[in-house]
């Protein structure tokens, strides 16, 4: 599932691509991507619209419009794609034409969504988001007293939208490693040393994993392009029985609320 520098980099590259330029035409070719909407709907809204700017809220990608914006979630396996031509190729299910090109959302499982709303503010899962890890907003004392108040595992707490935006299963298990904290620890144990060695690691997590993913930057024009050399900075995620980079000892996966938690044993107590 796209992360925090996913959609970040996503953004970022689109923005010099779509901004400033008019929606012409808006095709919906799967509905299942726009519900709970209509594909009537979210044809009118977005049709002759202008694209003012491109913003990332936790996980949601924004296409501010002149009247109201675009929401755009990726869930699992959602990305986008660039047709210089409005003749568009493969599985798409919204396209959106504009005068120099066409932009197409894909989501083959059929989980993303792209919306209409007012605001982004008015969308219930950006509405209610905590801290972007980025921001000024997420200082260490903000954890401490996140961590001080929450009687539930640390992993748990970490990928809590409403704590903490933006952070998923991938970057709230390698920040855990790197500040040597144990997924299963409980939040209110966690010491103040140990909290300002995970926020660090947070902060450097996601700083390093949105250079990975800004070299190269997405290419949407080439529909099988993906993140590439993320696999370089992972310390345990997906390395299940590899040994861990600081110890040698075999990393173990859990599992926790549905979600598989990797770990090294030795290191994260």
């Known amino acids: 599932m796209p992360e925090l520098p996913e959609v ?9 691509l779509v901004c400033g330029h008019r929606i012409r035409r808006c095709r919906v070719l799967h509905t299942i991507a726009v519900r709970p909407q209509s594909a009537a709907t979210v044809r009118r809204r977005f049709e002759g619209r202008r694209v003012e700017n491109v913003e990332r809220f936790g996980k949601y990608l924004t296409l501010r419009l002149d009247d109201g914006c675009a929401v755009l979630h990726f869930k699992l396996d959602g990305q986008l794609v660039w047709f210089d031509e409005h003749r568009v190729n493969g599985h798409i ?14 989501d083959r499982r059929h989980f993303g969504r792209v919306l ?18 980025l921001s000024r907003d997420f200082t260490l004392d903000y954890l401490r007293s996140l961590l001080t108040k929450s009687r539930r595992p ?25 500040a040597r904290i144990g997924p299963r620890r409980l939040s209110h ?32 024009r080439d529909p099988g392009w993906w993140f590439q050399g993320l696999e370089r900075i992972l310390g345990v995620y997906d390395l299940e029985g590899k040994p861990c980079r600081r110890c040698g000892t075999r990393i173990r996966r859990i599992q926790q609320a549905g979600r598989s938690s990797y770990y090294c044993p030795t290191c994260q107590r």
Not at 116 to 127: K, L, S, T, Y
Not at 163 to 174: F, H, K, Q, T, V
Not at 192 to 219: M, N
Request: glycine share 8%.
């Open 8 to 16: 970040e980099a996503v953004a970022r590259t689109l923005r010099p």
């Open 93 to 106: 299910d919204i396209a959106l034409h504009f005068r120099h090109g066409t932009l197409g959302f894909v």
């Open 116 to 133: 209409w709303f007012r605001a982004a503010e008015e969308v219930p899962g950006i509405r209610g988001l905590g801290p972007d890890p």
């Open 154 to 178: 640390v992993k748990l707490l970490l990928m809590d939208q409403t704590r903490i935006a933006g952070l998923g299963n991938i970057y709230a298990s390698e920040s855990l490693w790197r």
């Open 189 to 220: 144990r966690v010491r103040p040393e140990e909290a300002r060695r995970l926020h660090k690691a947070i902060v450097d997590v996601l700083s390093r994993a949105l250079e990975c993913c800004l070299d190269p930057a997405p290419d949407f």
